[in-house]
């Protein structure tokens, strides 16, 4: 079955890259959409941004700025950079399959702690 | 864009059925049948309970039933028990093909 599991560090400094990863097993990154959703703590989930056919990417109008989104479909991975980190990024990231045609993600990530060290 | 509106919270007493409403604008929930519930129970990962504002994943319950009319999209869920006392976020479709997700609704079973 398919499943998607988060990597990267878990602490972030002020002004630093976040850099995350997401390897994907039982299907090809190059087909599909493919999303990371994140949750700050006590909060509600907020759509980060989506990449399909390895290179098409979308992002949150709020995020896009500092958000990128690639494929490394080598290894069947994508990853999520968000540049100049603040306080409000803090957050559990989620990889997920999705939206595809039914706009919906159906498989999620354990999720990864991301924490914003000062 | 704005977040779906959901109440922030709704309670019901065993086997019985509660809704709760979702409410976006004509750029999302009034334009796409592109509607997905996720249920998030505390400490876990969300997971997807209806799509398509009324299609339930194989292994989900058939007491949660989805809906619309509107701007409003609806979860129901009949029956209630004690498990289903979680957080439920709805998520809609945009024009500018980007999703959003609604503030979350926790739910109290009494």
């Known amino acids: 079955q398919v499943q998607v599991q988060e990597s990267g560090p878990g602490l972030v400094k002020p002004s630093e890259t976040l850099s995350l990863t997401c390897t994907v097993s039982?299907?090809?990154?190059?087909?599909?959409?493919w999303s990371w959703i994140r949750q700050p703590p006590g909060k509600g989930l907020e759509w980060v941004g989506y990449i399909y056919n390895s290179g098409n990417t979308n992002y949150n109008p709020s995020l896009k700025s500092r958000v990128t989104i690639s494929t490394d479909t080598s290894n069947n991975q994508f990853s999520l950079n968000v540049m100049s980190v603040i306080a409000a990024d803090t957050a559990v990231y989620y990889c997920?399959?999705?939206?595809?045609?039914?706009?919906?993600?159906?498989?999620w990530g354990r999720g990864t702690p991301v924490t914003f060290s000062s | 864009q704005s977040a779906l509106t959901q109440p922030a919270s709704v309670s019901g007493s065993p086997g019985q059925s509660i809704s709760i409403s979702c409410t976006g604008t004509?750029?999302?929930?009034?334009?796409?049948?592109?509607v997905s519930w996720y249920q998030q129970r505390p400490g876990k990962v969300p997971e997807l309970i209806i799509y398509?504002?009324?299609k339930r994943p194989s292994g989900i319950s058939i007491r949660f039933s989805g809906s619309k009319s509107g701007y409003t999209a609806s979860l129901t869920i009949s029956g209630l028990q004690a498990e289903d006392e979680a957080d439920y976020y709805c998520?809609?479709?945009?024009?500018?093909?980007?999703?959003?997700f609604g503030g979350g609704t926790k739910v109290t079973v009494l």
């Open positions: 004509s750029s999302d929930i009034g334009t796409y049948n592109l």
């Open positions: 039982g299907a090809s990154i190059s087909i599909g959409y």
């Open positions: 998520c809609s479709f945009t024009r500018s093909s980007t999703l959003v």
């Open positions: 398509e504002v009324t």
């Open positions: 997920a399959r999705g939206p595809g045609r039914t706009g919906a993600f159906d498989i």
